[in-house]
């Protein structure tokens, strides 16, 4: 009767510890099975762990596609108003560019009727031929020009490139004189003459100012009469 009981107990622990076994097993496999699964979740986004924060959440029903920078456009400053120009202008205080001519001696020609009914929109200022032209302003040489009508001339820039001063009939440019070249209030130029469509009998300076267009062509702009503005 006791060998019996020994075997019986010999049996059971053995499938005891054989089901042990196979426990223990059985929860490793799971255990590796599980952590696979996860790390390969992992590698395609499908798993988010605990301790990382959560990106934005599109509500839309859309992921949100990533902003693109629009393309640079080089916008241009539109001129000032007219009125405003003007007002800029008086402050700037512009020198008379004929070397000894005082306000009293300049006459208003802006609005004088010319060739094909067209106005002035400039004035002249008289003086003996080879009087030196000075600059009116600050600001830099855009354009040395010859043509048919106004002979030798400058176009000069105010330091904002807002304005332009025109200087024509000129009998000769100043020694070293070149586009692009910084000029100062007062600074010589050139001298009068009569080149172009002007009197040789009658040597004077062809003088305009004009707003420039967004442009800043040389060429263009609305004209502003600097009667007043040397005269005030």
Do not use: C
Request: aromatic share 8%; hydrophobic share 40%.
């Amino acid at each position: 009767m006791r060998r019996i009981d020994r075997r019986r107990v010999e049996r059971l622990r053995r499938r005891v510890v054989g089901a042990g076994l196979s426990f223990a097993l059985g929860a490793l496999v799971a255990t590796w099975a599980i952590d696979h699964v996860r790390q390969a979740d992992l590698k395609v986004g499908l798993y988010v762990r605990s301790e990382t924060t959560p990106g934005p959440v599109a509500t839309g029903g859309t992921a949100p596609s990533p902003a693109v920078a629009p393309r640079a456009l080089a916008i241009e400053a539109a001129p000032p108003p007219m009125a405003d120009a003007v007002a800029i202008l008086t402050r700037r205080n512009l020198l008379i560019p004929v070397e000894g001519v005082k306000a009293s001696g300049l006459q208003n020609t802006f609005d004088d009727a010319r060739a094909i009914g067209r106005r002035h929109e400039a004035i002249d200022i008289m003086a003996p031929r080879g009087t030196e032209v000075h600059a009116a302003d600050d600001g830099t040489i855009a354009k040395l020009f010859t043509s048919e009508a106004g002979g030798l001339t400058i176009y000069q820039f105010d330091p904002t490139q807002t304005f332009s001063y025109y200087y024509a009939h000129l009998d000769r440019y100043a020694p070293g004189l070149s586009e692009h070249q910084p000029v100062r209030r007062g600074q010589l130029l050139g001298y009068v003459g009569s080149t172009g469509n002007a009197s040789a009998s009658a040597p004077h300076l062809h003088f305009a100012v004009a707003r420039l267009d967004t442009d800043h062509a040389w060429w263009k702009g609305d004209p502003i009469n600097p009667y007043p503005l040397l005269t005030k």
